[in-house]
């Protein structure tokens, strides 16, 4: 077999594997995967783990009242030396982001250097946090050998100070004013920016930025592509008045060729990432750039003086700034000797004309002296985008439209962008870096003052590196799932990470999000683990239950921490706050009770029937080769009985979560002379009782005697409490039990009203909210919820979410799911005969598949060519430029499926990805 290699400039060589090898073997891409056993030398060493935004969030928050937004705007972004993460626009760096990469751009216009994303805060805008440009993650593969961004950038100056002024006149209501609204991109006066990046080994990175002018005039443009240490130094309070460069790592000029200049990039021998219980050091790297750039220098240092006041002195006399300074103000700022801890080139473009584009191309390598290191850039970007084609047709569905596989390919570089570095000490924040000038000690009481063992030097997938550049919970646990379409194996490191010594909490609580690591997001996990070890399992060929084990024995201990922390009364019906359903109920969940009375949740309760069965069914698996988990199996298939039983019991006045007289499940509100309220909110609430849905077979579970003994001896001895949630079926000759907390007459009520248009069927999904409650609001102690289908008014959790209508890909997908389930349960024709079904029978199979195509409609081009998605957005529908790059919304208007919140929260909105790759495949 011949095998086909060329040299890449003085690096080593670059394989392209012959056709009849491409015919036999992994795509060149997953063989890259396969390779990867260590994060800190392998092909998943370097990637996009540069946050989006680091101004205004939680770890940079060292205030007396825990306001993270006012304490660290975005004026003073590019001031002010982050202490616990960079950010920046399609920005790259190391996994423990020593080393970080990102370009800059300037329109000649712009008050200020465009080195990083803008958006309004809660107090500015009427939806939380809310970016304010307008970007596309176009590519990215899980070995990130290739990636790529694309950036619009207005030619007019940036409307800053427009965008805040009308988002806070709008005083919460509505929707947001974007930047569309503005007008800034009328005649089409902007810059496609192309950022593209290509690996010609693990450590030798090849750079493409092109700037194409899509308006009707030449425009100027400045390109300063950034590279820069993290400031690792200085935060203990030593040398606090000025720099002693031998401890600090150092950029300078590298030796230049007749078509390229070089930047130097070391650290001392003495540096590194000192909190690291091993030994990480990056060694020199060169950054090498088109000849024709300038080369400038300065340091890492916040300019204490502009931001405090002039009592405050620097540290250096070249700060953070001062190529904003230099560029955009015409300052003397940057260091003339030529050295510092960031540095740039700066590319100046007088005139770009109309439809054509300029070209800068880079690379960051590990070789030093290459002497044309920029000769085949171009070269191994083609070939590592044809590499990303031909991995993605691999993964593509064969059932799949043209135009399905541009989505699924969006989505999953969505998520592939959303990689972060996550670094974190909780209690080096609490207390503070300076041991001489420590924090206020109230801060101690605002949030996490409990989670001091948290501390993270690790990758992480966020929901989005904008809005929410940090993790939570169950985004996390749901988004591995589509991340196992492209990863599995990272899919499991995640799942794995918040289940480690430094994540959960010795009590057994998983770590909910930043803003308050005590909060409760849904317990999902298990259903993760248990799902993304089924989908590796399949497309590996082998069961990976060492990962299972281990996920295992630390999902013990958080269920635990749940029956005993969240079960006040001890009754198995569950309380748990919010639950990520930020505003879905008449009062904040998540809110303290002082008098006494206590909020019986249907959707905790359910997710509990839902994390017994999920644990129960993991036992079994691992009881296939250990016997010894049989008693678990047996342990948590009680635990399901009194929990499901409990919803459906009756019990002081008579009560119950199960309506029987509206067929749906409600919250109920007790209060300790005994008075209960019912909330007949017909909600998400109802709807996720379905989720705990499981099967026995028989057959199946003979061969597990210890399991089946118990099983048997509760359907005879304890009939009071199976009664209701153990359901047996024979079919075909073989015998089931169904684990439901629901039966039959239930599931019919129940699907009634999901598959009613008047209710909860959207023509885009399942609606967050009935859709009865648009003329019948509920209201209690003078408190509404009505049907609001876009934005809300109501402002739960810093007003980021709505769940009073919306459509929410990830209740939506794990509602999928249990139908599917049920129809395994109760066999594909077991008749169903909803609203929404014009008087004929329908299936469990047939409502499960049409949720699925209306879900992946919403993105999707319709008869006319428009994508829900956009809305009447006209330029995103029709411009050829704007029309095919996809936006995943953090929810979705549940009318006219229009995106809605964070706009690129392709965390679990990537589910559509999965979708897709389960629908589109012969079923």
């Known amino acids: 077999m011949i095998r086909a290699t060329f040299r890449v400039a003085d690096s080593p060589l670059v394989h392209v594997a012959s056709l009849e090898e491409q015919l036999s073997m992994p795509t060149a891409e997953q063989s890259r995967v396969n390779e990867v056993q260590s994060e800190h030398s392998s092909w998943r060493r370097w990637g996009p783990y540069v946050s989006e935004r680091s101004w205004s969030g939680v770890r940079e928050d060292y205030s007396q009242e825990g306001n993270a937004w006012d304490y660290f705007p975005h004026d003073h972004a590019r001031s002010r030396a982050y202490r616990w993460g960079e950010d920046g626009i399609a920005g790259i760096s190391d996994f423990h982001q020593l080393l970080v990469f990102a370009p800059a751009f300037w329109n000649g216009r712009d008050p200020i250097l465009k080195e990083r994303l803008f958006g309004v805060t809660p107090h500015e805008g009427n939806h939380g946090e809310d970016v304010k440009e307008y970007y596309y993650h176009l590519d990215n593969t899980p070995s990130h050998a290739y990636m790529k961004y694309l950036y619009k950038y207005p030619q007019q100056a940036f409307p800053y100070a427009e965008l805040v002024e009308r988002n806070k006149a709008r005083n919460g209501w509505g929707l947001e004013y974007e930047l569309m609204d503005t007008g800034i991109f ?502 996720i009782p379905l989720f705990a849905v499981e099967r026995l077979e028989l057959d199946w579970v003979k061969p597990f005697h210890e399991f089946n003994a118990c099983v048997e001896w509760f359907m005879k001895y304890r009939r009071d409490l199976t009664r209701e949630v153990v359901h047996t079926v024979e079919q075909n000759g073989r015998t089931t039990h169904v684990l439901t907390i629901v039966d039959q007459n239930q599931i019919r009520r129940i699907i009634d009203r999901l598959w009613n248009d008047e209710e909860f069927l959207s023509p885009f999904g399942i609606r967050s909210l009935s859709r009865k409650h648009l003329t019948e609001p509920f209201t209690w102690a003078g408190r509404t919820v009505s049907y609001e289908p876009a934005e809300t008014q109501t402002k739960y959790k810093g007003g980021n979410s709505n769940w009073r209508g919306p459509i929410w890909f990830p209740t939506c997908f794990l509602l999928i799911e249990s139908l599917r389930k049920l129809a395994k349960a109760f066999g594909p024709k077991f008749p169903l005969n909803p609203p929404a079904a014009d008087g004929e029978a329908t299936t469990f199979p047939e409502i499960s598949e049409e949720i699925a195509n209306r879900l992946i409609k919403v993105f999707a081009r319709d008869e006319d060519g428009r994508r829900p998605v956009f809305g009447g957005v006209e330029k995103m529908q029709t411009d050829p430029h704007w029309k095919d790059l996809i936006l995943f919304y953090e929810y979705f208007h549940a009318e006219s499926g229009a995106g809605l919140g964070a706009s690129h929260q392709t965390g679990w909105t990537a589910l559509v990805a999965s979708l897709i790759d389960e629908w589109r495949r012969p079923q």
Not at 355 to 363: A, D, F, N, Q, W
Not at 406 to 426: C, E, H, N
Not at 607 to 622: A, K, P, Q, T, V
């Open 186 to 687: 009328d005649d089409d006066r902007y810059f496609d920016i192309v950022i593209e990046y290509a690996k010609a080994t693990s450590e030798d990175i090849c750079i493409r930025i092109e700037a194409i002018n899509r308006g009707p005039e030449p425009a100027p443009l400045h390109i300063l592509p950034h590279l820069w240490f993290r400031k690792t130094w200085g935060w203990d309070g030593r040398h606090c008045s000025e720099i002693d460069r031998s401890e600090h790592p150092r950029i300078e000029l590298g030796s230049a060729g007749v078509r390229h200049i070089a930047l130097v990039a070391d650290e001392p021998p003495q540096t590194g990432d000192g909190e690291l219980p091993w030994s990480y050091k990056l060694g020199p790297r060169t950054l090498y750039a088109d000849a024709g750039g300038v080369p400038l220098f300065t340091d890492n240092e916040s300019n204490r003086a502009r931001l405090w006041g002039p009592k405050y002195a620097n540290r250096s006399d070249h700060t953070k700034d001062a190529f904003h300074r230099f560029v955009c103000d015409g300052e003397d700022s940057v260091n003339p000797q030529q050295m510092g801890s960031k540095a740039c080139v700066h590319y100046r473009f007088d005139a770009v004309q109309p439809g054509e584009s300029v070209v800068v191309r880079l690379r960051l390598s590990d070789y030093a002296d290459l002497g044309k290191p920029l000769a085949d850039v171009d070269r191994v970007i083609a070939l590592r985008q044809s590499e990303a084609d031909e991995f993605y047709e691999s993964i593509h569905p064969p059932q799949a439209s043209e135009d399905e596989k541009r989505i699924q390919r969006q989505a999953l570089a969505g998520l592939l962008w959303s990689k972060m570095t996550y670094l974190f000490d909780v209690e080096q924040w609490l207390d503070g870096d300076d041991p001489r000038h420590p924090p206020h000690p109230e801060r101690k009481k605002i949030r996490n003052a409990h989670w001091r063992h948290l501390n993270s030097r690790r990758i992480i997938l966020p929901a989005e590196k904008w809005e929410y550049p940090w993790f939570a919970a169950w985004d996390l646990a749901i988004t591995c799932v589509p991340m196992a379409v492209v990863d599995s194996k990272f899919a499991k490191e995640q799942l794995w990470m918040l289940l480690f010594e430094q994540f959960q909490h010795p009590n057994g609580q998983l770590p909910a999000y930043e803003w308050e690591f005590s909060d409760m997001n849904p317990p999902v996990h298990a259903w993760a683990v248990w799902r993304v070890y089924n989908m590796d399992r399949v497309r590996t060929g082998r069961p990976d239950r060492d990962f299972l084990k281990r996920c295992f024995h630390k999902l013990l201990i958080n269920f635990a921490w749940w029956v005993n922390k969240v079960d006040g009364e001890g009754n198995n019906v569950f309380e748990g706050g919010f639950l990520g359903l930020d505003n879905i109920s008449v009062i904040d969940r998540s809110a303290k009770v002082t008098d006494g009375s206590r909020l019986e949740q249907s959707d905790g309760t359910g997710w509990m029937g839902m994390f017994c069965l999920n644990l129960m069914r993991i036992s079994l698996e691992l009881a296939k080769e250990d016997p010894t988990y049989e008693a678990l199996a047996v342990k948590f298939f009680t635990h399901y009985v009194y929990i499901a039983s409990a919803m459906k019991k009756p019990r002081e006045g008579g009560v119950q979560l199960w309506d029987n007289e509206d067929g749906f499940f409600y919250d109920l509100l007790r209060f300790p002379d005994g008075h209960v309220e019912k909330f007949r909110v017909r909600s998400l609430v109802g709807l």
